[in-house]
């Protein structure tokens, strides 16, 4: 069954550098959300799209923003870099109001600043 | 707000016995959804079961079981036979009942668990 897919599933960016993380649903999937977990942490909701509009904003600063396109794929860029900026970022789809209630996780982007 | 709380950072479990992670929430949502999920080593983020809370059956998927506690807004997880790849990190999570916005997944602080052979 197709998954969630992310790229890159690792990335090093120097700080002050600008990084984007690729998501793309799974299919009939029209809702993305993503999410930032630092190191020994629960996952933090940053933003999430529905219909390629934006729904809902999390603990996102401002140096990051996103967006949906036409095909449902979506971009986090971030800007401007900071040391507390590596974390693992997760993307995760869901079909909104479907059956199949829940997100569908993809293995996540690690980023490591340094 | 909702709020999701797992009270135990950490827990051990011998190969092949039951353990049981507890989660208790807090919300003024009358329908929801409830979700375990594991984060192994390597990190993926996997669904473990769900629940809706609506429905007073509790949820269960082969050794996985829960025990859901509407009243109490009690939502533990139990393994049952427990194997060495259940070793992971666990959170506990709630979701209102779809709408436009306010979507996202609360999570628990996560319970560690290993499984000793």
């Known amino acids: 069954a197709a998954g969630v897919i992310q790229s890159p599933r690792h990335l090093i960016k120097e700080k002050r550098e600008t990084a984007t993380l690729k998501c793309y649903p799974i299919p009939r999937h029209d809702t993305v959300y993503w999410y930032q977990q630092g190191p020994g942490q629960d996952p933090q909701f940053l933003i999430s799209f529905y219909e390629k509009m934006q729904s809902d904003k999390g603990s996102i600063p401002d140096r990051f923003s996103a967006q949906q396109f036409s095909d449902y794929h979506s971009e986090l860029n971030m800007s401007s870099l900071e040391l507390g900026d590596s974390a693992l970022y997760f993307c995760a789809s869901e079909e909104a109001g479907g059956i199949n209630y829940g997100y569908t996780f993809g293995s996540g982007t690690r980023l490591t600043v340094v | 707000a909702q709020t999701v709380t797992q009270s135990q950072p950490e827990m051990s479990v011998q190969e092949a016995e039951t353990v049981t992670l507890s989660c208790t929430y807090d919300t003024s949502e009358n329908n929801y959804y409830l979700f375990w999920y594991k984060q192994p080593p390597s990190r993926q983020m996997i669904l473990v079961i769900r629940?809706?809370?609506?429905?007073?059956q509790n949820a269960t998927e082969n050794r996985f079981s829960v025990n859901f506690q509407k009243a109490a807004k009690s939502f533990s997880l139990k393994i049952s036979d427990s194997q060495l790849g259940d070793t992971a990190m666990y959170f506990c999570?709630?979701?209102?009942?779809?709408?436009?916005?306010?979507?996202?997944?609360?999570f628990g602080t996560g319970t560690s668990l290993t499984v000793i052979p």
């Open positions: 999570a709630f979701m209102k009942v779809f709408q436009r916005t306010g979507n996202q997944f609360y």
């Open positions: 629940q809706e809370a609506y429905k007073q």
